[in-house]
C-alpha cells in the first residue's frame, strides 16, 4: 500500500525526486508518509476522510496569510479521483516535535510555561478571530452548531454505546448531556472557526528555545464553539496550564465550562469512531473507562 501511495504521487507529480519515505503514524483518518525527509503526505483511509481532507485544505489555503504560527500549507494534492488511496495532500514538513504532556510537566521554569501558553493562546486568537460570516460567505463553510452537534452525539451514544456501559455510567453521562444541553452555557455563543483537534500530538515545538514551531492536522476545522479547542488543552495538559491558557484569553464567562463538557465527551467519540470505522482499538481505548 504505501508504494501504490507513491507510484500515485509520482504519476500527478513527476518532477518529484524521491529518494526515500517512510510510514510517520497510524493516524485516526489518514495514513502519513514523510518523503524526503522534508515533505509530509497524507492519504484518506476512508471515504468520509477525502471529504474532510478536502475541507480542510480549502481551509489551510484561505488561512495561511492570516496565522502567524507556521501551519501546513498543501502544495501538492489530488481529488480527481476521490477513492481511498489515490487522494492525497503535501507540504513541506514543520520543524519541531509534538509537545507532550510529559514534556511540558517536565518544564519547571513558570516564565518559560507561561511563555508557552501566551504563545497557544495567541495562535487561538487569530484563528477564532475569522468570522463566522466570512468563513460561511466566501469558503461556504457549514456552521457545526454545538447545540445539535451534541444532540446528535448523544443520540449515537445511546443508541450504539449504552449496550456495552454499565448502568451507573449510562445514568452519569445521561445527567451531563442533559445538563449541558439544556443549561444556559450555549445561550450566549459566539462562533468561530476553530482547530478542532487541539491536542498535544498537533502542537509541535522545540524543547530547546521553549518556542511553538507550528500547528498540524486541521481535519477538525469547522465553524464552532472556541471552547472546543481549549478543551484539547485541557485534556494534554491538565486544568494548570488550562487555566493559565483561559487567563491569556479574552474574556468568555462560560467558555471554561463547556470546554470542560467537551473534554468529558473526548473518550465516548473515539469509542464511536471505532465501531463506525471497525477500528477495534479505538473501540476498546474509548469505553474502556464506561464498562
Not at 8 to 37: A, C, R, T, W
Not at 70 to 77: D, G, R
Not at 126 to 147: A, D, T
Not at 238 to 254: A, K, Q, T, V
Amino acid at each position: 500500500m504505501i508504494n501504490n501511495y507513491m507510484k500515485n504521487v509520482k504519476s500527478i507529480y513527476p518532477s518529484i525526486s524521491i529518494e526515500n519515505f517512510y510510514l510517520n503514524e497510524m493516524g485516526q483518518n489518514n495514513d502519513v508518509l514523510i518523503v524526503n525527509h522534508s515533505l509530509v503526505f497524507r492519504f484518506p483511509k476512508y471515504k468520509n476522510g477525502i471529504i474532510q481532507l478536502k475541507r480542510e485544505t480549502e481551509i489551510l489555503q484561505y488561512i495561511k496569510d492570516i496565522i502567524s504560527t507556521p501551519i501546513p500549507n498543501p502544495i501538492y494534492q489530488y481529488f480527481e479521483e476521490l477513492e481511498p488511496g489515490k487522494v492525497f495532500t503535501g507540504y513541506h514538513l514543520i520543524d519541531g516535535v509534538p509537545l507532550w504532556g510529559e514534556s511540558l510537566s517536565g518544564i519547571k521554569n513558570h516564565e518559560l510555561v507561561k511563555s508557552l501558553a501566551t504563545q497557544l493562546v495567541s495562535f487561538l486568537v487569530e484563528l477564532h478571530s475569522i468570522s463566522e460570516e466570512k468563513l460561511s460567505r466566501e469558503l461556504k463553510l457549514k456552521v457545526n452548531n454545538p447545540r445539535e452537534e451534541i444532540n446528535k452525539l448523544y443520540s449515537k451514544i445511546q443508541k450504539n454505546l449504552f449496550a456495552f456501559m454499565r448502568k451507573e455510567a449510562q445514568k452519569e453521562i445521561s445527567h451531563s448531556f442533559e445538563k449541558f444541553l439544556n443549561g444556559e452555557a450555549l445561550s450566549k455563543l459566539h462562533l468561530s472557526l476553530i482547530h478542532g483537534d487541539f491536542g498535544s500530538s498537533n502542537i509541535l515545538w522545540n524543547p530547546e528555545s521553549s518556542r511553538i514551531t507550528g500547528i498540524i492536522d486541521f481535519g477538525g476545522s469547522c465553524l464552532g464553539d472556541p471552547a472546543y479547542d481549549f478543551a484539547g488543552i485541557l485534556s494534554s495538559y491538565g486544568r494548570h496550564f488550562f487555566d493559565m491558557c483561559i487567563s491569556l484569553y479574552p474574556n468568555d464567562s462560560e467558555l471554561s465550562d463547556r470546554a470542560n463538557f467537551y473534554k468529558s465527551t473526548f473518550a465516548l467519540q473515539e469509542a464511536l469512531h471505532g465501531i463506525e470505522n471497525d477500528d477495534k482499538q479505538a473501540f476498546e481505548s474509548g469505553i474502556k473507562g464506561f464498562r
